[in-house]
């Protein structure tokens, strides 16, 4: 599973893109960012808060109960705003 930070998460974490094999017991979104977020003090501060935390599954955006799963490319990014 390829994993995507934008904006500021890509900054708190240190890095743009990861490939991940998350546990069998990670099935939705949500499951992926309390899991990613147990990676490193980076992680944890970057999806610390999550209502401020959106997803993106094959590019398509998703809520944290929606399933992930092997071979998925899961994008995080911040609200956009807009003008």
Do not use: C
Not at 7 to 20: C, F, H, P, Q
């Amino acid at each position: 599973m390829k994993v995507l930070y934008f904006a500021w998460l890509r900054t708190k974490t240190g890095i743009g893109e990861e490939d991940v094999s998350p546990p069998a017991e990670v099935a939705t979104a949500g499951a992926l960012v309390d899991w990613l977020a147990s990676r490193s003090p980076g992680h944890a501060d970057a999806l610390a808060n999550r209502k401020v935390v959106r997803v993106a599954v094959n590019q398509e955006h998703v809520g944290l109960d929606h399933p992930v799963r092997a071979g998925d490319e899961v994008a995080l990014f911040p609200p956009v705003t807009g003008g």
